[in-house]
């Protein structure tokens, strides 16, 4: 699910001394038989990542314990969800993106019940409650060109989910929560 050209700078092995940790919150919940995650849309603001889709999640604070805290505490300031109530289950891979200098770390975590989630209008411009048949349909999977900034074209793959275009890092990451969940047969 990686735009191409590939930025090759995403496998160097000796990752930037001033690289900045994040961490992103794979949040499932039941919601009658099926089983749903959040997704955000960021608002649109000068910089990276503008209006893009995303988990909840961002920069490691000083005061985080580690990158779980950090998860769970973006993901409390973010949508709402109390942080004492998600249930860790582990971890997917890290991965480095080159533009923004991030190195994103997917928390996968659950609810035994639907929250109630609440936007901070700063950060989170509208919440898109995903359900893993969406995520699993093959019709979710597309292709695009997309254009970022005057300069820059990326053939993009990405899932369209509830008329959102879910590209780059998070489509990377739902590709290999699709693989996981694929392989233990969830």
Do not use: C
């Not at 929250?115 to 989170?124: C, H, M, Q, S």
Request: no cysteine; glycine share 6%; aromatic share 10%.
């Amino acid at each position: 699910m990686s735009p191409q050209p590939v930025d090759q700078r995403r496998f160097d092995t000796l990752l930037p001394l001033n690289i900045r940790n994040s961490g992103v919150l794979i949040l499932f919940y039941p919601d009658g038989e099926d089983t749903f995650f959040p997704l955000i849309k960021r608002p649109e603001y000068p910089g990276f990542h503008s209006g893009q889709m995303a988990f909840p999640g961002g920069k490691m604070e000083k005061s985080d314990e580690n990158i779980i805290q950090t998860a769970l505490r973006e993901a409390e300031e973010e949508v709402g969800v109390d942080r004492h109530q998600v249930r860790i289950i582990g971890k997917l891979t890290d991965l480095f993106i080159p533009t923004s200098n991030f190195l994103v770390s997917p928390v996968v975590g659950f609810l035994d019940e639907r929250p109630e989630f609440v936007a901070e209008k700063n950060e989170v411009s509208r919440i898109v409650q995903t359900d893993l048949k969406t995520l699993f349909s093959r019709e979710t999977r597309k292709q695009t060109l997309l254009e970022i900034g005057t300069h820059i074209k990326l053939d993009t793959p990405y899932f369209e989910i509830d008329g959102e275009v879910v590209w780059g890092a998070t489509a990377m990451i739902l590709n290999e929560l699709i693989q996981i969940l694929d392989i233990q047969d969830f």
